[in-house]
């Protein structure tokens, strides 16, 4: 079945059993931080030192953890399924389960890029981005992620991912930002969509299977639910 495109979106709960806190939950990172002092393009201006600290904590965190067991599965379907990867979320624990085809909605926590060419983009060595770190032409680095406020420049490469998709899964999250959360938007009208998530989400639409599981679990059982219809 490599010929049915497979397409998941994903949110920081695939990544919480990994170590990584959520933005949204009860212990989330937006209970401790406010957004607008640390993730919009007016706080970079106001306090950059700030800013450039709360993504090297994430930096971080992100660097000790590991990929789970959600990651590794959806890296394993691959040898069935043409999976797409669209994530919101910044860090890599994707990539180093071994999945393929990723977008990166929001950036990417292991990048940096230029103040002054957003294309200008660097891998980061180690936790730390600092002040006075400099792009090849001399300007400030700062962290390669969206910031509220911010253009999410590959929505449109993503629409076109989710828009010939047969089958659309949803993990970790709380879909609540945009443009990401309007993905959905984009499916065929009559593909089947699963969404695993450990909150109750009541959705009366045939079209929707919502597996109320961790990702780990629910990953698993996505994967039988896939197996049984092949
Ligand atoms: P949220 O924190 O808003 O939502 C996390 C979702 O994961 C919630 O629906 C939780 O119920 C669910 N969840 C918690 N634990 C889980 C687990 N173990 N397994 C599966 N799901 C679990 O995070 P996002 O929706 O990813 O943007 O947030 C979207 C964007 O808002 C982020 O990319 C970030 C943030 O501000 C930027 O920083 C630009």
Redesign the pocket.
């Known amino acids: 079945m490599k010929n049915q495109k497979l397409v998941v979106l994903t949110?920081?709960?695939?990544s919480?059993?990994s170590g990584l806190k959520?933005?949204?939950?009860s212990d989330?990172l937006?209970e401790g931080y406010n957004?607008e002092e640390v993730?919009t393009p007016e706080a970079w201006h106001k306090n950059p030192s700030l800013v450039q600290q709360f993504y090297n904590e994430r930096r971080k965190a992100v660097l000790e953890a590991e990929p789970n067991k959600?990651h590794v599965l959806l890296a394993e379907l691959e040898e069935q399924f043409n999976v797409h990867i669209i994530t919101?979320?910044?860090d890599n624990l994707h990539e180093r389960a071994g999945s393929n085809n990723i977008l990166h909605l929001?950036g990417e926590i292991v990048k940096s890029r230029s103040t002054f060419n957003s294309d200008d983009i660097y891998p980061i060595k180690g936790w730390e981005l600092k002040m006075g770190d400099l792009c090849n032409a001399g300007y400030q680095l700062r962290p390669h992620?969206?910031?509220?406020g911010e253009s999410v420049p590959l929505i449109e490469p993503a629409k076109e991912i989710v828009s010939d998709a047969d089958i659309f899964v949803i993990?970790?999250?709380?879909?609540?930002?945009y443009p990401?959360a309007g993905l959905i938007n984009y499916t065929k009208p009559k593909i089947p969509i699963y969404v695993?998530?450990?909150?109750q989400i009541i959705i009366n639409n045939m079209r929707f299977q919502i597996i109320q599981e961790?990702?780990e679990t629910?990953v698993e059982q996505l994967i039988k639910i896939l197996n049984s219809k092949i």
């Open positions: 949110g920081a709960g695939i919480a059993e959520t933005f949204r939950d989330g937006w957004i993730a959600a919101q979320n910044i929001h992620i969206v910031w509220f993990i970790g999250t709380s879909l609540q930002v990401a695993i998530d450990p909150k961790k990702a629910g």
